[in-house]
């Protein structure tokens, strides 16, 4: 006994484990199922998708080409030698990118452009109809006090508008190119159109923007990349939603950058030239008394003769002297562009520290001359060195001179932007592919949510092993069930006979068949809350008796709600309360052999009724006159008349709706149930959804009994 408690129980579990996982294969049964609902999700996707293609306003896309030449400005340096390669410092596409994009730049296309202003049109009908107009503003100012306040233009006529206020007040009106001003809020609204193609009637938004504000928008919609590696071609481009508006913008940055780049690369020549021009005067005074110095020397002592090998030694000498100023020079030139760490700088100064030290020995050896010759040498070296100095800054002034004039930047215009007569944004098919995907997506998110919140019982095995009572058939979902009229003209057996649930009623018939001993004839359908399908049961299971060729009555119970009535206004309630006979009240159906009885009036608290004899004795008299009484009741779960008519009955069918129905429910109504009579009963799935590896059909027959079931696909 322990060991059959025990199996019970392991295949009680079992078969929750089973009822609560899905594999492939029903998933993808169930999205079958479902496929209809999948379908509107589709078009609602579909449909979603088409309005947002045509909600978002066409773009247009414009595109520039620059080049960088990273070798610099050869002009330049061929005319200054290596001043000009310290001068000419190349930047690598990278920092170009960054300054394309820089509010130096971008804050002059901004006023050029007029970019902080902006004329929106308001109809939501023409945005979708692709029908807007347009409206160019050339200036734009609103007083500070009126900033936050809404601003509209209406089109009156071909080249004339209105401006308005937030208080719908007409202020002034005028023509497309003229200054329009007003004086509002202490200060004067000005605002000039410079195109204008609309419809009269139709209406723009105007606003001012922050000019910081239009600059980080224009930033964020610029898009800027090199083309390939360590090439210095740069790619510009950027979207707007007029092509004429997208091209100019983009020509203005491209212009405006390289007008900067030369700016900036001429600046550099310029303060050069600066500092040149303002040392030459003093150089100048320097060399000129220098002179001064070695006439007066050779007026004071006379004529002296320099030997070849002193007048080689000056000569020499005043070379490294040429040599240290030209260093020099350059030092000082590129301590302007870098630090003294940098390693041009130490180049430089090495060299110096060479040429010092060499003309430091020259010195030496000099000491052992005459006194005269000493001097002499001194003397004229410093005419020299003076004179080379000033002779190399004239040159190098007339130079920069010459680059000034001529600079051109290292930035040029490979390709200037063009109208481009296709619109790049919206990709309309790419919207409604990625809408109905999404939309799939959340359909098939629905379909499994709802099967999870259906999380009643599935299996009738696991029904069976929890209360220990059989399941005698599982009723498929079937279309033809919409055959069957509310009038009981037809019924799902009549209309389909040869449908899987029809099948599964037959099957229904021989398990209750094989349930019930000699003389039991009266069988009550019960469920446990409305909308389980009980009374298309009672209906169905009645019609397929009498086509049997039995003589069959239906009663419907449900005294309160009651759903099955007779060409006879009359029923139970009118019998039970000793209004009419019974025999007045049933009326033969359209199906040769059933019988019916309705409901009668609604009453709201029919249980007084049942409660007494007189439907005992009534169904005794009946079960002479028919050979099968199906008697469909309330509820089990709602009001207690199921439970009052269980204990006259010989049978009950307790319908279950299939996913909906927890086994803990179902075991609470049936106790319910078993308080007021100990009577053989059994489960009705209906409602079922077909799952692989799962069989419709009936689980005993009595006791212990598996009946043959059927594979169905419904």
């Not at 307790?654 to 609470?668: L, N, R």
């Not at 009577?679 to 799935?685: D, G, I, R, Y």
Request: aromatic fraction near 8%; charge should be neutral; proline fraction near 3%.
């Amino acid at each position: 006994m322990a060991e059959n408690e025990q199996q019970t129980i392991v295949v009680g579990a079992q078969a929750q484990s089973t009822n609560n996982t899905i594999t492939l294969l029903e998933a993808l049964f169930i999205l079958w199922k479902k496929r209809f609902t999948l379908c509107l999700f589709l078009a609602a996707g579909a449909l979603i998708g088409l309005v947002i293609g045509q909600w978002i306003r066409p773009q247009f896309t414009s595109d520039a080409l620059l080049q960088i030449d990273v070798k610099g400005n050869k002009a330049a340096n061929r005319a200054m030698g290596e001043m000009g390669a310290i001068l000419d410092v190349a930047s690598p596409a990278d920092a170009e990118i960054e300054l394309i994009k820089s509010r130096l730049v971008l804050n002059y296309v901004v006023s050029e452009e007029h970019l902080n202003y902006s004329a929106t049109p308001t109809s939501a009908l023409n945005r979708l109809l692709h029908r807007e107009g347009r409206m160019d503003l050339d200036y734009l100012f609103i007083p500070d006090m009126a900033r936050t306040e809404k601003w509209w233009a209406v089109v009156t006529g071909d080249d004339t508008y209105a401006v308005y206020n937030e208080d719908e007040t007409r202020l002034v009106e005028g023509k497309v190119g003229q200054m329009l001003k007003v004086l509002y809020a202490g200060d004067t609204l000005q605002i000039r159109v410079s195109r204008m193609r609309a419809t009269v009637g139709e209406e723009f938004r105007i606003s001012m923007t922050n000019p910081l504000i239009a600059v980080r928008s224009l930033a964020a919609g610029l898009k800027v990349a090199e083309k390939g590696k360590q090439t210095g071609v740069i790619g510009v481009s950027f979207s707007h939603r007029y092509a004429d508006r997208a091209a100019s913008i983009l020509n203005t940055i491209a212009n405006t950058y390289v007008r900067q780049n030369v700016e900036m690369r001429s600046a550099e020549a310029e303060k050069t030239l600066e500092f040149l021009e303002s040392q030459l005067p003093g150089v100048k005074a320097k060399l000129d008394s220098s002179e001064k110095v070695l006439a007066d020397y050779r007026h004071s002592i006379g004529s002296v003769d320099m030997t070849g090998e002193t007048q080689a030694h000056l000569n020499k000498e005043v070379d490294l002297q040429r040599q240290l100023l030209h260093l020099e020079q350059e030092r000082q030139q590129a301590t302007r562009l870098f630090k003294e760490e940098h390693p041009s700088v130490q180049t430089i100064v090495k060299q110096q520290n060479r040429l010092r030290g060499e003309l430091a020995r020259l010195k030496k050896t000099a000491e052992s001359m005459p006194v005269t010759q000493q001097e002499m040498i001194r003397l004229q070296e410093e005419v020299s060195v003076n004179n080379a100095q000033y002779t190399a800054m004239l040159n190098n002034i007339q130079q920069l001179r010459v680059v000034r004039a001529g600079e051109v930047g290292n930035v040029r215009i490979v390709d200037f932007a063009q109208v481009e007569p296709i619109q790049s944004k919206p990709k309309k098919f790419n919207i409604l592919i990625c809408s109905m995907a999404a939309a799939f997506m959340l359909g098939v998110l629905w379909v499994f949510m709802l099967r999870m919140m259906r999380n009643g019982v599935r299996s009738s095995q696991e029904l069976e092993h929890a209360t220990e009572v059989s399941v005698f058939a599982k009723i498929p979902e079937s279309r033809n069930r919409l055959l069957r009229d509310k009038r009981h003209k037809l019924t799902l057996v009549e209309a389909s006979p040869n449908d899987q649930a029809s099948e599964a009623f037959r099957t229904l018939q021989t398990a209750v068949d094989f349930s019930l001993t000699e003389g039991q004839k009266v069988l009550m359908i019960c469920g446990l809350m409305p909308g389980v399908g009980k009374s298309f049961v009672s209906k169905n299971l009645a019609a397929v008796y009498a086509m049997n060729g039995k003589r069959v009555l239906l009663i419907d119970a449900d005294m309160r709600k009651g759903v099955i009535r007779s060409s006879k206004y009359l029923g139970l309630a009118e019998v039970l309360s000793g209004k009419i006979p019974w025999r007045e009240t049933v009326a033969e159906s359209r199906c040769q052999n059933l019988f019916v009885m309705g409901c009668g009036k609604r009453l709201m608290s029919p249980s007084e009724l049942l409660r007494h004899d007189l439907f005992k004795t009534l169904l005794e008299e009946m079960k002479s006159e028919y050979d099968m009484i199906l008697v469909d009741t309330p509820p089990v779960s709602m009001v207690t008349d199921a439970e009052l008519i269980f204990p006259l009955v010989d049978f009950a069918l307790m319908v279950v709706h299939y996913g909906t129905d927890s086994v803990a429910q179902i075991k609470e109504n049936l106790a319910n149930l078993r308080r007021y009579a100990d009577k053989p009963c059994a489960f009705v799935m209906n409602h079922c959804e077909y799952e692989p590896g799962h069989y419709y059909g009936y689980g005993y027959y009595g006791k212990g009994y598996y009946g043959k079931g059927y594979f169905s696909k419904s």
